[in-house]
């Protein structure tokens, strides 16, 4: 009796592989390009410090210096304890706009189809320039308006790290 072989179990054996070892494609689009915005910048640390105490330094997380000299302030696992409650982080993928509600401000950041950089931004109604980066799922936004939308204070230390505390 001769055993026949079928041209296609191989390819679906190292495809249901893949598949079990969470195998997924590179990110295209924007989401790979996106990182190339921060290209030039340069990372910093930034953190949450209790005003009361030392850094939480498990709220720490990479922010990025631009070269014209703004601190790009990391949203997503840093920024999200000062806005709790009916205060929020929200992303709207249909019209790629991100939206963050302060506790007296409301600032929104459109991003262009297949674009990773906005230059403007919409607070309280009126356009502002500030630059956010997408990057993946994590969002990048200007650390002066993040400090005055939330009422942040931020301060450096002497070893090159970023805090930010409730003022």
């Not at 494609?25 to 924007?30: L, Q, V």
């Amino acid at each position: 009796m001769a055993v026949r072989r079928r041209w296609w179990v191989a390819p679906l054996l190292i495809i249901g592989l893949f598949i079990g070892l969470g195998w997924r494609e590179e990110p295209t689009g924007a989401e790979t390009d996106s990182c190339v915005a921060l290209a030039r910048a340069q990372p910093v640390r930034v953190g949450v410090r209790d005003p009361n105490g030392p850094a939480a330094a498990a709220s720490t997380q990479t922010g990025y210096l631009a070269p014209e000299g703004e601190v790009l302030i990391p949203l997503r696992g840093l920024i999200e304890p000062f806005v709790k409650g009916p205060l929020g982080i929200y992303w709207d993928g249909t019209a790629h706009t991100l939206s963050l509600l302060g506790p007296t401000d409301v600032l929104s950041v459109h991003f262009p189809a297949g674009k990773s950089v906005s230059e403007r931004a919409i607070l309280n109604g009126e356009a502002v320039p500030m630059r956010a980066v997408a990057c993946g799922d994590q969002f990048y936004l200007s650390g002066s308006h993040l400090a005055s939308l939330l009422q942040l204070e931020i301060s450096a230390d002497g070893e090159g790290a970023i805090w930010l505390a409730p003022r």
